[in-house]
């Protein structure tokens, strides 16, 4: 908002009409030429825009990169590697290694090629259905209030943001829908919902 508010004011500044409005302003007791006065305000009404665009700058990526505001319920294998194992290792030290490895534990892999049973292969299939199609993680449904907010700020310290979850869970949506499968609905159905993008209502 207060972004807002300072781009309303800044836009309606123009370097023209500061450089021609401005020198009649000016008390004669500067000691100036109105020449130099007039190019000197130019150039300040161009460093005021281009602070404006910064602002603007700034104001876009804060919304885009919107803190984490829940736990991913469901990840694509690769994902998880990709968007929490592997940023952990490139901030060492950043990220306590024994909180890492706990948020690990906290997903379960979901493996169809490694189902140990066909009754274990048939219940993987009816609690996710997209194992059919990729391996998963899944957060651990006993997880506590308490723990979700602890492993949030994990989370969170990695750098996984909350575009990252939207942007994951499209990916797991555009999955399914390119696929073959005859039960894609029932797919489609048993995936979390993606959550609005910031700035949309």
Same mark, same amino acid.
């Given at each position: 908002?207060?972004?807002?508010?300072?781009?309303?004011?800044?836009? %309606?500044?123009?370097?023209?009409?500061?450089? =021609?409005?401005?020198?009649?302003?000016?008390?004669?007791?500067?000691?100036?030429?109105?020449?130099? @006065?007039?190019?000197?305000?130019?150039?300040?009404? +161009?460093? @005021?825009?281009? +602070?404006?665009?910064? #602002? !603007?700058?700034?104001?876009?990526? !804060?919304?885009?990169?919107?803190?984490?505001?829940?736990?991913? #319920?469901?990840?694509?294998? =690769?994902?998880?590697?990709?968007?929490? +194992? $592997?940023?952990? $290792?490139?901030?060492?030290?950043? +990220?306590? %290694?024994?909180?890492?490895?706990?948020?690990? !534990?906290?997903?379960?892999? $979901?493996?169809? !090629?490694?189902?140990?049973?066909?009754?274990?292969?048939?219940?993987?299939?009816?609690?996710?259905?997209?194992?059919?199609?990729?391996?998963?993680?899944?957060?651990?449904?006993?997880?506590?209030? @308490? =723990?979700?907010?602890?492993?949030?700020? @994990?989370?969170?310290?990695?750098?996984?943001? $909350?575009?990252?979850?939207?942007?994951?869970?499209?990916?797991?949506?555009?999955? #399914?829908?390119?696929?073959?499968?005859?039960?894609?609905?029932?797919?489609?159905?048993?995936?979390?919902?993606?959550?609005?993008?910031?700035?949309?209502?």
């Amino acid at each position: 908002m207060k972004n807002e508010r300072l781009m309303d004011v800044l836009s %309606t500044v123009s370097p023209a009409y500061v450089a =021609e409005a401005a020198p009649g302003n000016i008390p004669k007791r500067t000691g100036k030429s109105p020449r130099i @006065v007039k190019r000197l305000l130019a150039v300040a009404a +161009v460093l @005021v825009l281009l +602070v404006a665009a910064a #602002v !603007a700058t700034i104001g876009i990526s !804060a919304e885009e990169e919107q803190p984490l505001q829940e736990m991913p #319920v469901i990840l694509l294998r =690769e994902d998880f590697d990709r968007l929490i +194992v $592997q940023r952990a $290792q490139e901030i060492d030290g950043l +990220v306590d %290694t024994h909180d890492l490895n706990r948020l690990q !534990a906290m997903y379960e892999f $979901q493996i169809l !090629a490694e189902a140990r049973t066909e009754k274990h292969k048939k219940f993987m299939l009816e609690k996710f259905p997209i194992v059919a199609l990729a391996d998963i993680r899944n957060l651990d449904e006993t997880i506590t209030d @308490v =723990e979700t907010e602890y492993y949030l700020e @994990v989370l969170r310290s990695i750098g996984f943001t $909350q575009n990252d979850l939207i942007e994951c869970y499209e990916r797991m949506y555009e999955l #399914v829908e390119n696929s073959d499968v005859e039960n894609k609905e029932e797919i489609l159905a048993s995936l979390p919902e993606i959550p609005e993008r910031p700035g949309e209502e």
